[in-house]
């Protein structure tokens, strides 16, 4: 099995920066994309940015110049910089990978963190 454990979420005030991490463990034998979502009170999930093993991105249109994707793939960890954070950024942010578990099989299974709440005051 796999685990995501979100972290860094919190209270701030707009304009100000949050740090976002999510680190994957487990029966890991390599994660090819990760991403992270997020789903606001009421709304959909959707995709804020996503990285993939090399390293090339994607963002949401809505995020892009404010929040920087890296991972660190020696800790599989996936990081979320958000900055110039405005109140309508408030929601639940997910983390996602796509975990390969046995280089044998070579199977891609998609798991999800638990969330971290992000509330950003006006």
């Known amino acids: 099995q796999v685990q995501l454990v979100e972290s860094g979420g919190g209270l701030v005030e707009a304009g100000g920066s949050l740090r976002l991490s999510c680190a994957a463990s487990?029966?890991?034998?390599?994660?090819?994309?990760m991403a992270w979502y997020r789903q606001a009170p009421g709304k959909q999930r959707e995709l804020v940015a996503a990285?993939?093993?090399?390293?090339?991105?994607n963002y949401a249109d809505s995020v892009k110049g404010r929040f920087t994707i890296s991972r660190d793939n020696a800790k599989n960890t996936v990081y979320l910089q958000m900055n110039s954070l405005k109140p309508e950024y408030r929601a639940v942010y997910f983390c996602?990978?796509?975990?390969?578990?046995?280089?044998?099989?070579?199977?891609?299974?998609?798991?999800w963190g638990h969330g971290t709440q992000v509330t950003v005051s006006s």
């Open positions: 996602d990978a796509g975990v390969v578990q046995s280089a044998a099989w070579l199977l891609e299974y998609n798991y």
């Open positions: 990285i993939r093993s090399g390293g090339s991105t």
């Open positions: 487990g029966s890991i034998f390599k994660i090819n994309a």
